[in-house]
């Protein structure tokens, strides 16, 4: 319930051959580690560790395994398990990273400066790659070659840059349409540039980890991970060794989990939620939000009070139990509750008030009749249509939900279960009255599809105050508060929940805190693995 109170067009992404960048081979025993090490002193404080010497010969016992999908590869942009991903964010830092909070953290990334679609990154001097060859703006400029192709899983993220240039140590990328969290898209792996790497092997990134390797540099087992000493942040992990298992099946690596085999692990809750689970856990915020979109092109829907009866009488947290089992967010605004920085401005409580949407329905004259709906002195009844996802049955236990909620106050509802592109297709064409639907908000937190016409998921006439506001902070002319107060006064979609995920984990494993779709592996410098555990503590 809330109180009353231009989007990225697609970009082709060209890239000519002269993007590749022919960074000449640096060996460890001719990098300069002295320099290196005064660098990272007047960085971090502390000296580079430039031993990294195992006997893996000798390794007959590791302090963690992690589940993997056999066969996949570890490349970080188009491997193609959820599992082998999750693996990759131990292999390959970022320029910057998004935290628990929903907030920004610098990595590689020394600074960031935005101006309009340019934006500018300083990398961090000092910081070495896991076989102790520098990281240089270079090898930034070649991973995002790599990361903004067609077939990369980052590809979608970086549609709105345009051109990626280097010049020293500042990596400057152009944007086709001007955003202020532009910037916070820009977490996608870095990898060395070899030009005369085995294309065989995986990349070579500066992670916490990195795959086991013999003295001439060569992969003995994909599925062994040892401690990267050359990390650039001065506080290490503790866990030395991980080794990889391959499952077939979420149930399968939590009952792994359960009985000591399997040390960890990530669901996003979309392949089902797992039953009974018997270890600890950790609730994760995901920046997925399941919303209501309404056609005001409808009469009815086209009056704000009733657009606000709707949300009045919708109780987001009985959403998200319904449809989610506890394992959703209730909406109290447009964006996450869990991004600290905006939510303080967004008004919703997650609890419906039968009151004030009664009151709202009564001052646009409807009134009940004998069957129970509300209708206006000409006789139009505020009855609707909702396409749902006949397939997904968490979005028919929270359409069930919706209904009955609405009926409380006299609004009919009947839900028409139909396939997933057939809804899509529905809902670009404005055939509906409701829709129930998913969004996947990126990094950049730009919700602007969800209102703005002819983008295939609102239709109606413009809602002003909010494209304009939004407009204004997406330019940096605005504060995000004044969008969120148009918003909530117009109300052109209805926030419902935001989804969670899961992290599990073994009793043998301590110091798991919070962490984030993006850090599955977040402040796991303060991770470590004990012999007994302690007992089972469900979070």
Same mark, same amino acid.
């Given at each position: 319930?809330?109180?009353?109170?231009?989007?990225?067009?697609?970009?082709?992404?060209?890239?000519?051959?002269?993007?590749?960048?022919?960074?000449?081979?640096?060996?460890?025993?001719?990098?300069?580690?002295?320099?290196?090490?005064?660098?990272?002193?007047?960085?971090?404080?502390?000296?580079?560790?430039?031993?990294?010497?195992?006997?893996?010969?000798?390794?007959?016992?590791?302090?963690?395994?992690?589940?993997?999908?056999?066969?996949?590869?570890?490349?970080?942009?188009?491997?193609?398990?959820?599992?082998?991903?999750?693996?990759?964010?131990?292999?390959?830092?970022?320029?910057?990273?998004?935290?628990?909070?929903?907030?920004?953290?610098?990595?590689?990334?020394?600074?960031?400066?935005?101006?309009?679609?340019?934006?500018?990154?300083?990398?961090?001097?000092?910081?070495?790659?896991?076989?102790?060859?520098?990281?240089?703006?270079?090898?930034?400029?070649?991973?995002?070659?790599?990361?903004?192709?067609?077939?990369?899983?980052?590809?979608?993220?970086?549609?709105?840059?345009?051109?990626?240039?280097?010049?020293?140590?500042?990596?400057?990328?152009?944007?086709?349409?001007?955003?202020?969290?532009?910037?916070?898209?820009?977490?996608?792996?870095?990898?060395?540039?070899?030009?005369?790497?085995?294309?065989?092997?995986?990349?070579?990134?500066?992670?916490?980890?990195?795959?086991?390797?013999?003295?001439?540099?060569?992969?003995?087992?994909?599925?062994?991970?040892?401690?990267?000493?050359?990390?650039?942040?001065?506080?290490?992990?503790?866990?030395?060794?991980?080794?990889?298992?391959?499952?077939?099946?979420?149930?399968?690596?939590?009952?792994?989990?359960?009985?000591?085999?399997?040390?960890?692990?990530?669901?996003?809750?979309?392949?089902?939620?797992?039953?009974?689970?018997?270890?600890?856990?950790?609730?994760?915020?995901?920046?997925?939000?399941?919303?209501?979109?309404?056609?005001?092109?409808?009469?009815?829907?086209?009056?704000?009070?009733?657009?606000?009866?709707?949300?009045?009488?919708?109780?987001?947290?009985?959403?998200?139990?319904?449809?989610?089992?506890?394992?959703?967010?209730?909406?109290?605004?447009?964006?996450?509750?869990?991004?600290?920085?905006?939510?303080?401005?967004?008004?919703?409580?997650?609890?419906?008030?039968?009151?004030?949407?009664?009151?709202?329905?009564?001052?646009?004259?409807?009134?009940?009749?004998?069957?129970?709906?509300?209708?206006?002195?000409?006789?139009?009844?505020?009855?609707?249509?909702?396409?749902?996802?006949?397939?997904?049955?968490?979005?028919?236990?929270?359409?069930?939900?919706?209904?009955?909620?609405?009926?409380?106050?006299?609004?009919?509802?009947?839900?028409?279960?139909?396939?997933?592109?057939?809804?899509?297709?529905?809902?670009?064409?404005?055939?509906?009255?409701? @829709? %129930?639907?998913?969004? !996947? #908000?990126?990094?950049?937190?730009?919700? =602007?599809?969800?209102?703005?016409? *002819?983008?295939? $998921?609102?239709?109606?006439?413009?809602?002003?105050?909010?494209?304009?506001?939004?407009?204004?902070?997406?330019?940096?002319?605005?504060?995000?508060?004044?969008?969120?107060?148009?918003?909530?006064?117009?109300?052109?979609?209805?926030?419902?929940? @935001? %989804?969670?995920?899961? !992290? #599990?984990?073994?009793?043998?494993?301590? =110091?798991?805190?919070?962490?984030? *779709?993006?850090? $599955?592996?977040?402040?796991?410098?303060?991770?470590?693995?004990?012999?007994?555990?302690?007992?089972?503590?469900?979070?």
């Amino acid at each position: 319930m809330y109180a009353p109170k231009i989007i990225r067009q697609i970009a082709a992404l060209l890239l000519a051959g002269a993007m590749l960048f022919a960074v000449a081979g640096c060996e460890e025993n001719d990098y300069d580690w002295a320099a290196a090490e005064e660098r990272r002193s007047q960085l971090y404080h502390t000296s580079l560790d430039t031993e990294n010497k195992i006997d893996i010969s000798k390794i007959t016992d590791t302090d963690m395994t992690l589940p993997y999908a056999a066969g996949d590869t570890f490349n970080p942009y188009t491997c193609q398990s959820t599992l082998t991903k999750n693996i990759c964010y131990l292999l390959y830092d970022s320029l910057i990273q998004i935290n628990p909070d929903f907030e920004v953290e610098y990595v590689i990334a020394k600074s960031v400066k935005v101006d309009h679609t340019i934006i500018h990154v300083q990398i961090r001097s000092g910081i070495v790659f896991s076989n102790g060859a520098p990281l240089t703006a270079a090898d930034v400029s070649y991973s995002y070659f790599l990361a903004s192709r067609k077939e990369s899983c980052y590809y979608n993220q970086l549609k709105n840059v345009t051109s990626c240039s280097v010049n020293g140590m500042t990596v400057t990328f152009v944007m086709q349409n001007e955003h202020v969290n532009s910037f916070r898209l820009l977490d996608f792996p870095i990898v060395h540039y070899d030009p005369n790497a085995d294309k065989n092997l995986p990349h070579i990134g500066s992670g916490r980890f990195k795959f086991a390797t013999l003295q001439d540099g060569k992969s003995i087992d994909k599925t062994l991970l040892i401690k990267n000493n050359k990390w650039y942040n001065p506080d290490k992990v503790s866990i030395e060794t991980i080794a990889l298992k391959e499952l077939p099946t979420v149930e399968s690596i939590v009952h792994s989990i359960e009985i000591g085999t399997v040390s960890y692990m990530y669901t996003d809750m979309r392949d089902g939620t797992p039953k009974n689970v018997n270890a600890n856990f950790r609730k994760v915020d995901i920046n997925h939000l399941l919303f209501l979109g309404m056609n005001t092109n409808d009469t009815s829907l086209a009056d704000e009070n009733v657009r606000h009866a709707i949300s009045y009488a919708i109780s987001t947290n009985e959403v998200a139990a319904a449809g989610f089992g506890g394992m959703a967010l209730g909406a109290t605004g447009p964006f996450t509750p869990n991004w600290k920085a905006v939510a303080k401005y967004q008004t919703g409580s997650g609890r419906s008030s039968i009151s004030l949407a009664q009151d709202a329905l009564d001052q646009s004259g409807y009134v009940i009749v004998n069957n129970g709906i509300r209708e206006d002195q000409s006789g139009k009844q505020l009855s609707f249509n909702m396409l749902v996802c006949r397939r997904n049955a968490r979005h028919m236990a929270a359409a069930e939900s919706i209904k009955s909620q609405l009926a409380r106050v006299g609004i009919n509802v009947d839900i028409t279960e139909i396939s997933g592109g057939g809804l899509i297709k529905r809902a670009e064409e404005g055939k509906y009255h409701l @829709y %129930l639907a998913e969004y !996947s #908000v990126q990094n950049d937190m730009d919700i =602007g599809q969800l209102f703005t016409p *002819e983008q295939g $998921l609102y239709n109606g006439p413009i809602a002003y105050d909010s494209v304009r506001t939004y407009t204004n902070y997406r330019l940096g002319l605005g504060e995000i508060e004044d969008f969120i107060t148009a918003f909530e006064g117009e109300l052109p979609f209805i926030p419902l929940c @935001y %989804l969670m995920g899961m !992290s #599990v984990y073994a009793r043998t494993l301590e =110091g798991v805190g919070n962490i984030s *779709e993006d850090q $599955l592996f977040y402040n796991m410098q303060q991770w470590k693995v004990t012999k007994t555990g302690p007992s089972s503590e469900k979070q």
